[in-house]
């Protein structure tokens, strides 16, 4: 394997008053945990080397979020994240990058 893109999500809109548990579980397992799934299948094919390509979205990264929408950045955080960590971890010798939109609508 030479490259692989985790490119899955889902979107949850509601107040955090107002998110369930399960919304937010959902969030966290569409986004966060199928990047790690993917990431860690792609390392494990990536003896020689390759590229890991996640994307993230640009509110998870600046902490800057519209009404609504904290299962879906912190969910998307962790694809952030688990992009520097996996990036720091090469043995491998597969690197990792994020991808995010130029423009949030």
Avoid at 7 to 14: C, D, K, N, R
Avoid at 24 to 52: E, W
Avoid at 79 to 94: E, F, K, N, Q
């Amino acid at each position: 394997l030479w490259a692989s893109v985790h490119i899955a999500g889902g979107h949850a809109m509601a107040p955090i008053a107002q998110t369930s548990l399960a919304d937010f579980r959902r969030m966290i397992d569409t986004n966060a945990v199928t990047c790690f799934l993917c990431c860690r299948a792609a390392v494990n094919a990536m003896r020689g080397g390759g590229r890991i390509v996640n994307v993230a979205a640009r509110p998870a990264l600046e902490w800057r979020t519209g009404a609504g929408m904290a299962a879906y950045t912190v969910s998307k955080a962790g694809v952030a994240a688990l992009t520097r960590i996996r990036d720091t971890h090469r043995g491998s010798l597969a690197s990792c990058n994020a991808l995010l939109k130029a423009k949030d609508l």
